[in-house]
């Protein structure tokens, strides 16, 4: 089984700052691990994801993370957040020896970001 | 292309009642999973269907039950309510295949509230 562990319940940033979200997981076996962002009253949208290779992902709107295998972690950061950016993300991850895909989810970290 | 959609957007129970929830898949995906997300919360995984089956289920009571109909449509039946099921309601879809990643797309949800 595997579980995840996102350190931070709430992360306050003013505009143009950097943000870090922090996510540690445990698994026996190898996983694909996910960010999702959710905006209020909205389902989850995929934020990037890593599933083999480079161990830094990044998104279109410049968002990155990097999955560090000794550590088991999987953090979240953007150098300089928008007020749009005020959102709850997600960590989750999946067994890679689960070919349904199903998600273990963090508990969500809360970004508000203000001016 | 539509993506994954809900139906109710929201809905009030009382306690012992029973609710139907709806989720109709991405267009060409064939595998439906459920989640359940309390306030505060991350969405935990109820079950999974995928050829009108149920493949996979989560740590949740026989009052959660499914279906899902041939053109990969389904159904969440939740019976005797409690207030704890109060939640959103998360769909997800995905394309089923073998010996990889299933990327999961999410509809919106429905909200529940149990009173």
């Known amino acids: 089984a595997q579980s995840v562990t996102q350190l931070d319940s709430q992360v306050p940033v003013f505009e143009e700052a950097p943000v870090e979200l922090r996510c540690n997981y445990s698994?026996?076996?190898?996983?694909?691990l996910f960010w999702y962002v959710q905006y209020p009253n909205q389902g989850l949208q995929l934020l990037l994801k890593y599933l083999s290779g480079s161990t830094l992902v990044k998104s279109i709107n410049g968002f990155e993370a990097e999955f560090n295998k000794s550590q088991t972690s999987f953090h979240l950061r953007k150098p300089s957040v928008h007020i749009s950016d005020t959102a709850e993300y997600f960590c989750a991850v999946s067994a890679a020896t689960d070919s349904w895909g199903k998600l273990q989810f963090g508990a969500g970290t809360q970004v508000v970001v203000t001016p | 292309d539509a993506g994954v959609t809900q139906s109710p957007t929201h809905l009030i129970k009382t306690r012992g009642q029973q609710v139907t929830l709806r989720c109709s898949p991405k267009?060409?995906?064939?595998?439906v999973s459920w989640y359940q997300q309390a306030l505060g919360q991350g969405p935990q995984f109820i079950f999974q269907?995928?050829?009108?089956?149920?493949?996979q289920r989560g740590n949740f009571p026989d009052r959660f039950s499914g279906h899902q109909f041939p053109n990969y449509s389904s159904e969440l039946n939740v019976n005797a309510l409690l207030l704890g099921d109060s939640a959103l309601y998360l769909c997800?879809?995905?394309?089923?295949?073998?010996?990889?990643?299933?990327?999961?797309?999410f509809g919106p949800g429905t909200r529940l509230t149990v009173l």
């Open positions: 267009s060409g995906h064939d595998t």
């Open positions: 269907y995928y050829e009108e089956e149920e493949r």
């Open positions: 698994s026996s076996v190898s996983v694909y």
């Open positions: 997800a879809s995905s394309l089923s295949w073998r010996g990889g990643y299933n990327e999961q797309f």
